[in-house]
């Protein structure tokens, strides 16, 4: 399958790192073609756009629109996914019908981190230590943590110290490639989303290991460097 995302990271951004290994895992034949657009505004100005060209000149088999709900774009009306989805939903009427059955949206509640804190056995792993075992468990509701990015950093400093931080463009696609299964992070209904359209299944189970990742791993600690 040719796979299309359409992201509000920036190039080599956490974002495209991260559903790339994802899709990897879970699809092994896929082939993925990125488009990062740097902003959520843009991804409301331009992402359609985006998205039509992926499926109808990169021939995409599945192309995906995926942002993250913080910060709200639609600053009065928006209170949840809903709302931004059916906003993107009037951007693709005008789509011709074969291309529109192509694309898809996912709004993650609230952001990326949000699956990253509910997989609390790869924090574990990447905060321990031969001297320090770190035991970190995930908030009952991950999805109910509006700022999941801070809640992980929260968790990184308490663990490393003060001058350690969560930085989301080298740590994230670590984490993820320490995701032994998706027994945890299937809960959270935006993964679901997301694994159904990858895998055409409803209970999607990783067919390759975090190995498969380890060139976007590479990836992101040679940005770091930059």
Known sequence: MNLGLVLECDTGGP???VLTCLARRLRPSTSIVAVALGSKATVFTKGVEAAVKLAETDMCDLVLIVWDLKPLWLQVAAKDCLDEVAEMRKQLQPVSSDTRKKIRLICLTYELETWLIAEDRAVS???SKDAHKVNFKAPKDPASITDAKAFLNTTITKARGKQHRYVDYKEAIRLVKLWPDTNRVSEIDSFQRFSKLVTGQN?????QTGDACSDL??????MGKA
């Open 15 to 17: 974002d495209e790192l």
């Open 125 to 127: 792993a990447y905060l």
């Open 203 to 207: 209970k999607a189970t990783f067919q």
């Open 217 to 222: 791993v590479h990836q992101a600690a040679q």
